[in-house]
C-alpha cells in the first residue's frame, strides 16, 4: 500500500499508487491478505481512508512487479511511455519528485502545497467500540523472521475472518532449534471481533517427521470482557532437521461481526512451511 508509481506522458505525468506485498503487516490492525479478492478489498479500504483520486493498481499474489521493481518497499519510479524507467527512488520523497519533474517536464505554474490540502485529506483512521488493548503483546526476540504460509481449501465458503502470522527466530535459521511465533490477528476489512461467552481461540499442529514442537496445541487465554479486537499470541519451542515438509495448523474460533448481525464458529487450516517468506515483511511490535 506504500509504493508510488509515475507514468511519463507527452502531455505530463500520470501518477498510480502500486499495492504489493504490506511491509509492515499489523501496522493499525491491517493483516496480509489471502487472496487477490482481499487485496483488493484493501485497495478500496485506502482509497476511502486517503481520498486519493490516484488511481490504485494491484500487484499479483505472486508479487510480480514487487520482484520486477527490486523488491523495495516505498519506492518510486519515472516511466516513460515507452516502459523505459528514467529515474528511481529507492524510498518516496515528494521534495526529490518535484525536482526530478521540474528537470525533465519543466515546473508547474502554481504548485500546491500541503497547507492548501486542508482537513479534506487528514486520515481518519477507523475506529471501533469493541475493545482492544486488554491483552498485553507478547515480547518476541530481535529481528523474527516471517515463514511462508498457504491456507488449505476450507470445507466452508468463509474467509479467513482471522489470519495467522508465523514468525521464527535466528537460533532456528543458523542452528535448527530455536522459537516459533504463532499469531492470530483479527482481519479489519472484515469487521469482527472475538466471542469471548465462548471457547476461545485454540490451535492445533500437525507436525512432520524430523520435526518437534512443543506444545503442538493450545487455547488462547480467557478475557473477561464479552468481546475484544487483540490478537492471540502463542511462542512455541521448535527443533527441526526437516524443511521441506510443511506444518499443517488447524484453528477453531467464533468470529461475530461488529454490527451483530452474526456469531459463527469457524475452522480453517493453513501449511506452515519453514522457510522464510521473503514477501513476508517485518511486524511492528
Not at 22 to 27: D, K, M, S, T
Not at 207 to 235: L, N, Y
Request: hydrophobic share 35%; proline share 9%.
Amino acid at each position: 500500500m506504500e509504493t508510488v508509481r509515475n507514468d511519463f506522458a507527452p502531455k505530463g505525468v500520470k501518477f498510480y499508487y502500486i499495492y504489493k506485498s504490506l511491509a509492515h503487516p499489523g501496522l493499525r490492525g491491517y493483516v496480509s491478505p489471502l487472496t487477490i479478492q482481499e487485496r483488493l478489498m484493501h485497495v478500496h479500504e485506502a482509497k476511502r481512508l486517503l481520498r486519493s483520486k490516484i488511481p490504485w493498481l494491484c500487484d499479483t499474489m505472486d508479487n510480480d512487479l514487487k520482484h520486477a521493481l527490486g523488491n523495495a518497499q516505498n519506492s518510486e519510479f519515472l516511466i516513460d511511455p515507452e516502459g523505459k524507467v528514467i529515474t528511481r527512488q529507492p524510498w518516496s520523497h515528494p521534495g526529490k519528485l518535484r525536482t526530478v519533474l521540474e528537470t525533465i517536464i519543466g515546473p508547474v505554474d502554481r504548485p500546491t502545497t500541503v497547507s492548501e490540502l486542508g482537513s479534506e485529506f487528514i486520515v481518519k483512521w477507523p475506529s471501533s467500540k469493541i475493545p482492544s488493548g486488554l491483552i498485553p503483546k507478547l515480547q518476541l526476540p530481535n529481528k523474527m523472521v516471517p515463514l511462508t504460509i498457504l491456507p488449505l481449501k476450507q470445507e466452508s465458503s468463509l474467509p479467513f475472518y482471522v489470519k495467522l502470522h508465523a514468525q521464527v527466530d535466528h537460533s532456528f535459521l543458523d542452528h535448527g532449534k530455536g522459537k516459533l511465533y504463532l499469531g492470530f490477528f483479527l482481519d479489519p476489512i472484515y469487521k469482527v471481533h472475538w466471542n469471548n461467552l465462548t471457547k476461545p481461540l485454540e490451535f492445533s499442529l500437525k507436525i512432520p517427521t524430523g520435526v518437534k514442537i512443543s506444545p503442538t496445541k493450545g487455547f488462547a487465554a480467557k478475557v473477561k470482557e464479552p468481546a475484544d479486537k487483540d490478537p492471540r499470541e502463542f511462542i512455541l519451542a521448535i527443533d527441526s532437521s526437516n524443511y521441506e515438509q510443511p506444518l499443517v495448523l488447524k484453528t477453531r474460533y467464533f468470529a461475530c461481526d461488529d454490527a451483530d448481525t452474526f456469531c459463527v464458529p469457524v475452522t480453517q487450516q493453513y501449511s506452515v512451511y519453514l522457510k522464510p517468506d521473503l514477501d513476508g515483511g517485518s511486524m511492528q511490535q
